[in-house]
Structures are given as structure tokens and as C-alpha cells.
């Protein structure tokens, strides 16, 4: 299966679990009951509740949506340079979001179930993970595409080639043109 395919089984796969989540419909109380004492406010009500045993879902969809980021980043990648070396690093940075996501997501059901969460640097635990955690897995990405830029987008072979190309078209690099690129 070539990885077009697989990406669109994952895109498939998040369409299937929205309509599931869709058909489903809310649970009741998803929005909180009305407040014993002031009558246009509504409390929370039981947060566990809330979910309608559809968390699994809304799960779902959020790990397929970071393994569809990391496939789109692999699908920028030239097939031939798509190395053991470049899945293995790729397969580290989706580990970090999916390690950092599951979490977050069982720090959070946690709280719903027993009322209590372990905190992190003075923050819950989700919270910190929302805010820390999160651009951790991003940050993996940036590292992967500046380190092996050379290796993996655009190597100095092709850098090379593509220079060849343009002085046999008669439109050599211009390095010193008027805003610091090699076009006019």
C-alpha cells in the first residue's frame, strides 16, 4: 500500500468516527442542568456523565489526526528519500505527540472520575500538557525538518542539479539582485 493510500484510510477513518459522533447525537445533560439558586445559569452536572460513553470517539479522532499530520509530512518527502533513518525519526516525533495526547486525555478522565489530578509546574496536569506538551510534539517536527533538511528535503545533489539546470536555460543565480533572492 503506497502512503496516499494510507493517508486517506486515515482520513476515512476520521470522517467514519464524526458521523458516528454525529448519529450518536448529545448525551443528556450535555450542556449542565439548570443552577438551584439562579435560574439563567446552568452547573456542570456530572462531567463523566456528560460524555456519553462517546469519549473513545472524540478520542479517535484526535490520535488519526495527529498520525494523518505526521503521514502529510512524510508525504512531503521525496520517496527516495524516505530512509529508515527518516521513518524511525518520524515515527519518534509521532510517539512524543501520541504519548503526550494519550496523557492528557487519561489525566483529563481521570479528573471526571475521581474529582482529583496530579499537577505539573503549579498547573493540572491537562492543562500543563495542553499547554507545554503539545508544542513539544510540534517542536519534535521543527527539530526533524531543520536538522535534516539537507538529508531529506532538498539535498545539495538535487540543490546541484537544479543549478545545472538553470545556467542551461540561460538564467544563472543572481545572488546579488535588488531583495537578496536569486530571481529577478
Known amino acids: 500500500m503506497r502512503l496516499i493510500h494510507g493517508l486517506l484510510l486515515l482520513l476515512a477513518g476520521i470522517l467514519c468516527l464524526l458521523i458516528l459522533l454525529l ?15 439562579f435560574s439563567g445559569m446552568s452547573s456542570g452536572g456530572d462531567g463523566l456523565a ?23 509530512v512524510a508525504l512531503s518527502i521525496s520517496e527516495r528519500y524516505r530512509t529508515r533513518l527518516f521513518w524511525l525519526l518520524l515515527g519518534v516525533c509521532a510517539a512524543v505527540s501520541l504519548v503526550v495526547w494519550f496523557t492528557l486525555y487519561a489525566g483529563y478522565i481521570r479528573f ?40 531529506f528535503v532538498y539535498p545539495e545533489a538535487e540543490e546541484a542539479a537544479y543549478e545545472a539546470l538553470r545556467a542551461a536555460a540561460g538564467s544563472p543565480r543572481r545572488p546579488d539582485s535588488a531583495h537578496g533572492g536569486s530571481d529577478d
Open 112 to 151: 471526571l472520575e475521581t474529582g482529583r489530578m496530579a499537577e505539573f509546574m503549579g498547573y493540572p496536569l491537562p492543562t500543563a500538557l495542553a499547554l507545554f506538551g503539545v508544542f513539544a510534539g510540534g517542536s519534535c517536527l521543527c527539530v526533524l525538518y531543520i536538522w535534516g533538511f539537507r538529508r
Open 23 to 37: 448519529l450518536n447525537g448529545g448525551p443528556a445533560d450535555a450542556t449542565g442542568g439548570s443552577h438551584p439558586i
Open 50 to 72: 456528560r460524555l456519553g460513553g462517546q469519549g473513545w470517539v472524540m478520542n479517535g479522532i484526535q490520535v488519526l489526526t495527529l498520525l494523518l499530520i505526521h503521514g502529510l
